[in-house]
């Protein structure tokens, strides 16, 4: 069989290429529902290994299908899990197959399909959801050989190309935003709502961009308090949030939760405080942190993951010949790693 001909392994990739910040978030997935999606997926005889990668940015489900199964089966699975007809996921997914997944899995896993092209944090998420299906026994031996080699080849990929040069994430964009509209944070009172990998990032951002006064909050006081010894800042509490909001000229927000931290009702309540002066808002969360009709008050400016496009595109301007490259490595390593498979396949079968 070519490599042509063989589509047992897919990938179903509904992310910010291809899909708005709307229907992102419409299609992103807390850690309970990852969990039946697993458990439903191998309840079924159609699909064999299966792994979830779930970001801010991007939904994929990389799956090895049985002999006699098609993608349908696994869209179908899909449909369920959103409630949702199959021909509404279709109106927003890209599907591939074969060498053509190895290769988006290899490109994402380098940062040359992120958001920010070149952007690091995206290859520990791909490394974390390859753990996790490792861990709970639903990846196999197709996916252990293509997330193993394929990690090796986008090592290579930010080893040898230019494509990760300088300190590239989104919590530096943010911050980048944040200065670019107050010129000197020294001058901003600056707020980062969560700790996480992308809300530390942001408190250190802040810190190296020269903001003196800034503001960490968490769930946890703890956290709070462990990030605030490491990069400066006062420690907060999330669930104080109301007590403090109007002290801060910029927020970013980075907290994982299903529904919005900042509201509308509570920014309207708390600009009223601020006497005029304006609050700008940066939301990194998906689903989002911040209520859209915040950015509808007066002295309110409101950005998303989608506003910092325009930031993005400068971005993939300066990188484009090393993008070149690196997905020209990304087309030989796959077209390697898929032919290996094959052969082993046609081997066992003998």
């Known amino acids: 069989m070519s490599a042509e001909d063989d589509k047992s392994f897919i990938v179903v990739s509904i992310n910010h290429e291809i899909a708005p910040l709307e229907v992102r978030e419409r299609y992103s997935l807390d850690s309970e529902k990852v969990g039946k999606l697993y458990s439903d997926l191998h309840s079924s005889d159609h699909i064999s290994e ?8 991007r939904f994929e489900l990389y799956t090895q299908l049985s002999d006699d199964a098609t993608p349908q089966e696994v869209l179908e699975q899909l449909a369920q899990i959103y409630a949702v007809s199959t021909d509404e996921i279709k109106d927003h ?7 053509d997944a190895v290769q988006h899995l290899i490109e994402v896993s380098a940062g040359l399909r992120s958001q920010i092209t070149g952007e690091a944090e995206i290859f520990g998420q791909v490394k974390a959801a390859y753990a996790e299906s490792q861990t709970n026994g639903y990846a ?14 986008a090592k290579l990929i930010r080893n ?7 300190q590239i994430n989104i919590a530096n964009v943010a911050v980048d935003l944040a200065g670019k509209i107050f010129g000197d944070l020294k001058s901003a009172a600056a707020l980062s709502l969560g700790t996480g990998e992308i809300g530390e990032k942001t ?48 927020v970013i927000s980075s907290v994982g939760a299903e529904s919005p931290i900042i509201t509308y009702d509570l920014v309207k309540k708390r600009i009223a405080k601020r006497r005029g002066r304006p ?3 940066i939301d990194l969360g998906l689903p989002r942190n911040i209520e859209k009709r915040c950015g ?31 997905t020209e490595i990304a087309a030989q390593k796959s077209k390697f790693i898929w032919d290996a498979i094959l052969k082993r396949k046609q081997f066992e079968k003998k």
């Open 93 to 99: 997914i890209h599907l591939r197959s074969g060498q």
């Open 203 to 250: 408190v250190k951002a802040l810190r190296s961009r020269g903001a003196e006064n800034f503001g960490i909050a968490s769930r946890s006081q703890e956290r709070a308090n462990e990030v605030a010894q490491q990069w400066g800042g006062t420690p907060r509490l999330l669930s104080e949030l109301p007590e403090y909001l109007q002290e801060y000229d910029i």
């Open 160 to 166: 040898s190309t230019t494509v990760g040069e300088g």
């Open 50 to 57: 299966s792994l979830v990668l779930n970001t801010c940015n």
């Open 279 to 281: 609050l700008f808002l």
């Open 140 to 153: 196999g031996k197709v996916i252990n050989r293509v997330f193993q080699k394929g990690f090796q080849a």
């Open 296 to 326: 509808d008050l007066d002295s309110v400016f409101l950005y998303n993951l989608d506003d910092l496009a325009s930031i993005a595109d400068e971005n993939l301007a300066q990188r484009k010949k090393a993008v070149l490259e690196s």
